[in-house]
């Protein structure tokens, strides 16, 4: 076989290899369960101003992105979004939550919602880490 550095290969092969990494890991681990989650705070008009979007599989909920808006920050939004999620997480039988968030964004705001590091890559970005954090429920 030959190797090939493709940036965009065609639906057909990516669902070849996503179908066979799918089937391996069910073998050993049972079937994922892949679930989006999704916290969305809107204003009175219906206008969102945050979100969360998680997604659980093997009981555990991996926290994608937290993002609140520069005009809804300071109202406990995102503690709620993180709030609300994690009870969706606790519903579906999920054991915790994990999430990755770089050094310059918010590890203490999960580590104040009772998330520990466990992880770490320095320099990821250039001057900054990579920080992997954890809650256990």
């Not at 204003?43 to 093997?58: E, P, V």
Request: charged share 30%.
């Amino acid at each position: 076989m030959r190797i090939a550095i493709e940036s965009d290969p065609d639906s057909d092969v990516r669902a070849l290899i996503d179908r066979g990494l799918d089937i391996y890991n069910n073998d050993r681990a049972g079937a994922a369960d892949y679930r989006d989650l999704w916290a969305i705070a809107r204003d009175g008009n219906g206008a969102a101003g945050a979100g969360l979007k998680a997604r659980t599989f093997y009981r555990w909920m991996f926290i994608d992105w937290l993002w609140v808006s520069d005009d809804a920050r300071g109202r406990g939004l995102g503690r709620a979004l993180l709030a609300e999620a994690e009870a969706e997480a606790r519903h579906r039988d999920c054991l915790g939550a994990f999430v990755d968030t770089y050094s310059f964004q918010a590890p203490e705001f999960y580590e104040k919602q009772g998330y520990q590091r466990f992880g770490q890559i320095d320099d990821f970005p250039p001057g900054h880490a990579c920080i992997w954090l954890k809650k256990v429920f």
